[in-house]
């Protein structure tokens, strides 16, 4: 349980607090044509939009968002997985889908009581002294509300599944499949890998419907994040915590989400508050953003949606993390890659950061990536110029921001990374949005410097052998895994850099011999077609043609029924067989397979 000293006094009075607003919304009877209705007159109106030349894309992302909102659950986590693609969407898009949390509100409490008591087993006076029926915090699958818990004497944050997100979830799946499919088979940026993006989605929210993975994923993390990080998360109270029902200890602490408002509202009452509880923000910031570093690079188990709503600020540059329904980890391969992609760009090795990128890729198009590579650089070049700038605003020199530049640059190439590094470069950046409050003339490379440092400390402190070794020893205990696994990453570039030499050449024989498949096929139609005149032109007297075209029909000589069938029978095969092997070549493209 939280240490009451870290208890900040409150920035927002209960009174003054603007509780979610709740609705009262019923599951339509037929959910399929309801949705299906409402996207095809987005589609209309963005489409009008667009040929009149008024569609900007903030209008775009925000009139996508406030759908999105509307269909609730399943559209919800699909704005917020489409904000994670900035090479698909531009980028005023990606920012007004990224806040969808902001969007949602909650329901009416009748709505939700039946499940809560459904799942508690007991009516709420049975558990609860009392109950607030306001939530205070609501997002796509579930609302939030405070309760007073009568035999632990505590105050708890009860999670209720919101009615009809299970059914919801699976028919609306039903339309989010057909438009994935659509979009694969009018390959429409086949880079984006469509089937990977339903699986994400899918596997997403399948885990976000059952409480127990959140319950999990939360005594997982108190283990790592209160004894290394010195970080605080919300006690899970089991005996009252359900698939549907989640509740726990309430952090009673100031959600970073009420500290933009009040700095941008009553900066001065803000001051105040900070020098009360002994808050520096700039300590606060760096203590988020080196626990956020650890739990991607070191634990492998992180929180990958810390945006203002998930933060708490409590006393003496403390910090509390809520809703952990979105816990990530990765494949160790992976994740030494990523390190080592993070330690490229806070040295500055640009072109080391674009091949060890070109490594997170499934696959890659059949092209030179010599100029890629080139762009990826200077890219990062202009970004480390611009993280120097002190009075320059953080969205511009943050890390997230330089990925989202990334992603989107090689997105121009065809070029996408697997789902893992999407993952992990989206935790920062919804972390972006509470650590450019707080620290914002911040100097990314130092704090990167700052804590790999640390790293290397934490890592001499682990040594079994310390005693033993003098400081050479150590060096080299400690060198010798980045040493051995860079050497294993490069060598790998190199044997991937040459079967991309290979790839690109059997896709342009495939591509040549396409080609000249193609060319037989309609060689096949145009005889049939000529065949089937010449013959009208023998067997039909009423037939008739013009003097050249009866020069080439009559220089055929008649032939037996018999033999026309046969040759008939003859070009359709062909035509058959080739287009056959046509698609089979396709099929083998490296390239075309893989988008």
Same mark, same amino acid.
């Given at each position: 349980m939280l240490d009451p000293k870290l208890i900040p006094t409150p920035?927002?009075?209960?009174?003054?607090?603007?509780?979610?607003?709740?609705?009262?919304?019923?599951?339509? /009877?037929?959910?399929?044509?309801?949705?299906?209705?409402?996207?095809?007159a987005l589609a209309v109106l963005l489409s009008l939009r667009k040929l009149a030349g008024r569609l900007t894309p903030s209008e775009l992302g925000n009139r996508l968002a406030q759908f999105l909102c509307k269909m609730g659950v399943l559209w919800i986590k699909v704005g917020q997985v489409l904000s994670m693609r900035p090479d698909l969407l531009p980028v005023a898009v990606c920012q007004e889908l990224s806040r969808l949390q902001d969007f949602?509100?909650?329901?009416?409490?009748?709505?939700?009581?039946?499940?809560?008591? @459904? @799942?508690?087993?007991?009516s709420l006076e049975h558990i609860f002294s009392e109950f607030e029926e306001t939530p205070f915090a609501a997002g796509s699958i579930a609302q939030v509300h405070r309760a007073f818990l009568k035999e632990q004497g505590v105050w708890a944050a009860v999670k209720i599944q919101l009615p009809d997100a299970a059914a919801n979830?699976?028919?609306?799946?039903?339309?989010?499949?057909?438009?994935?499919?659509?979009?694969?088979?009018?390959?429409?940026?086949?880079?984006?890998?469509?089937? @990977?993006?339903?699986?994400e989605i899918e596997h997403i929210i399948r885990e976000e419907l059952d409480f127990h993975y959140e319950a999990t994923n939360m005594r997982r993390m108190s283990k790592i994040l209160s004894k290394h990080h010195n970080m605080h998360m919300p006690v899970v109270f089991d005996q009252y915590s359900t698939n549907r029902v989640l509740v726990m200890e309430y952090m009673a602490g100031v959600v970073m989400s009420d500290y933009i408002k009040v700095l941008h509202s009553d900066p001065g009452r803000l001051s105040a508050w900070l020098h009360t509880n002994n808050i520096d923000p700039q300590k606060a910031a760096q203590r988020l953003l080196f626990s956020a570093l650890r /739990?991607?690079?070191?634990?492998?188990?992180?929180?990958g949606d810390l945006h203002p709503g998930n933060v708490v600020l409590l006393r003496d540059n403390h910090i509390a993390l809520l809703d952990f329904g979105s816990v990530g980890f990765t494949e160790r391969e992976l994740l030494r890659k990523y390190d080592l992609y993070m330690q490229a760009m806070y040295t500055g090795q640009y072109m080391k950061m674009a091949d060890i990128y070109l490594l997170c890729v499934d696959r890659l198009p059949p092209r030179n990536l010599s100029e890629v590579k080139e762009l990826f650089s200077r890219?990062?070049?202009?970004?480390?110029?611009?993280?120097?700038?002190?009075?320059?605003?953080? /969205?511009?020199?943050?890390?997230? /921001?330089?990925?989202?530049?990334?992603?989107?640059?090689?997105?121009?190439?065809?070029?996408?990374?697997?789902?893992?590094?999407?993952?992990?470069t989206?935790?920062?950046?919804?972390?972006?949005?509470?650590?450019?409050?707080?620290?914002?003339?911040?100097?990314?490379?130092?704090?990167?410097?700052?804590?790999?440092?640390?790293?290397?400390?934490?890592?001499?402190?682990?040594?079994?052998?310390?005693?033993?070794?003098?400081?050479?020893?150590?060096?080299?205990?400690?060198?010798?895994?980045?040493?051995?696994?860079?050497?294993?990453?490069?060598?790998?570039?190199?044997?991937?850099?040459?079967?991309?030499?290979?790839?690109?050449?059997?896709?342009?024989?495939?591509m040549f011999f396409a080609s000249f498949l193609n060319i037989g096929r309609m060689f096949t139609l145009v005889a049939t077609t000529w065949l089937i005149a010449v013959w009208g032109y023998q067997h039909l007297e009423h037939v008739r043609a013009r003097p050249w075209a009866a020069w080439l029909l009559s220089a055929v000589p008649r032939l037996d029924n018999q033999v026309w069938i046969l040759v008939g029978i003859v070009l359709i095969y062909l035509h058959r067989a080739l287009s056959r092997l046509n698609r089979e070549l396709a099929r083998e493209n490296i390239w075309e397979s893989g988008s």
């Open positions: 920035l927002i009075e209960n009174g003054t607090r603007p509780f979610m607003d709740a609705r009262h919304a019923k599951r339509p /009877q037929f959910r399929l044509l309801y949705v299906s209705r409402h996207l095809l949602t509100e909650g329901f009416e409490f009748e709505r939700v009581k039946p499940v809560l008591e @459904e @799942e508690l087993g007991h979830f699976k028919s609306d799946m039903l339309l989010v499949r057909f438009l994935a499919w659509l979009m694969n088979r009018l390959a429409i940026k086949p880079h984006v890998r469509w089937s @990977e993006m339903l699986w /739990q991607a690079l070191e634990d492998n188990l992180f929180h890219n990062m070049q202009g970004w480390a110029r611009a993280a120097d700038i002190r009075d320059l605003p953080y /969205q511009e020199k943050s890390i997230g /921001q330089a990925n989202d530049n990334l992603i989107r640059l090689m997105g121009q190439f065809g070029i996408s990374p697997v789902w893992g590094f999407l993952r992990m989206r935790a920062y950046y919804s972390m972006d949005a509470c650590f450019r409050e707080l620290a914002p003339r911040s100097n990314v490379f130092k704090l990167l410097g700052k804590y790999y440092r640390g790293k290397e400390r934490r890592l001499r402190k682990n040594l079994a052998l310390r005693p033993r070794l003098g400081g050479a020893g150590i060096r080299f205990l400690l060198d010798a895994p980045v040493i051995f696994s860079e050497s294993v990453m490069f060598n790998e570039t190199v044997i991937r850099r040459s079967a991309r030499v290979f790839e690109g050449t059997s896709s342009r024989i495939a």
